[in-house]
């Protein structure tokens, strides 16, 4: 189970140039927990309480805001010299942002029912009828499309992470592609037992998630968080992060 825990305060430095860091840095996420989700009217989780940490050691000021993912993507887009997270840093997307990460890496996992014993799964191609969710504006949809699953065909999309987990456990759909953390976190959220379901293959661990900003403009805000992100590493505070949110250290 993943438990919010109080953090250790840090102290370090390393200030943005003054010109750089004259109005605060416009930073947008969507509801990705444990990396981000909102709790008790505050936003919060692993990679917020990150970027936090990052701008206070970078001598910048964070204007952030939870929005729903597609929001969250149109703020990003319509606000110069912004920040969106998190995001998974597929080689696709590789050219539309300045990257500044990794935040930790990303397994993206097959689940069904442990009920479901009739289930074979042969892969993406060889579905045999079987149908395949996923969460509408997401990295790993972009992933299903571009294999070539169809909407209301073998695809059913939800609007949300915990509308495709309770699409799973109603059997609405034989398969649920989704993050690993991201579904344990969904089935503590609705009370359910984390033996309801089963991994029944990878899709992907290739890629980590990351933050990214706009490529045109200054490039120091970007710069700054990096070597800020760097440094709170090399200190074991990203660790200490990681394991204050349940995660295992390495």
């Not at 840093?89 to 539309?96: G, K, S, V």
């Not at 034989?174 to 379901?197: C, H, S």
Request: charged share 25%; proline share 7%.
């Amino acid at each position: 189970m993943l438990r919010r825990r109080p953090l250790l305060t840090l102290a370090a430095s390393l200030p943005l140039p003054a010109a750089a860091a004259r109005a605060p840095l416009p930073a947008f996420c969507h509801a990705l927990p444990p990396l981000s989700f909102e709790q008790d009217g505050q936003v919060s989780g692993l990679a917020v309480e990150l970027l936090r940490r990052m701008a206070e050691t970078a001598g910048l000021e964070l204007n952030l805001a939870l929005q729903p993912r597609l929001r969250a993507e149109k703020s990003f887009v319509d606000t110069p010299g912004s920040l969106l997270f998190p995001l998974a840093r597929l080689p696709e997307r590789e050219n539309r942002y300045r990257w500044v990460g990794p935040i930790l890496p990303r397994r993206v996992g097959i689940y069904s029912l442990r009920q479901r014993t009739d289930i074979r799964y042969r892969g993406l191609h060889q579905l045999d009828g079987l149908r395949v969710g996923a969460t509408a504006g997401t990295a790993t949809l972009e992933q299903l499309l571009a294999e070539g699953l169809k909407p209301d065909k073998e695809l059913e999309v939800s609007p949300s992470y915990e509308a495709s987990v309770r699409k799973l456990l109603a059997g609405r759909m034989d398969l649920l592609v989704i993050g690993d953390l991201n579904i344990y976190w969904q089935l503590q959220q609705v009370k359910e037992a984390p033996d309801r379901i089963r991994e029944v293959a990878v899709l992907d661990a290739s890629v980590d998630y990351s933050f990214g900003l706009h490529l045109d403009g200054d490039a120091a805000p970007a710069e700054a968080l990096q070597r800020a992100l760097d440094q709170l590493r090399r200190s074991g505070a990203v660790e200490r992060i990681k394991q204050a949110y349940g995660l295992p250290a390495g």
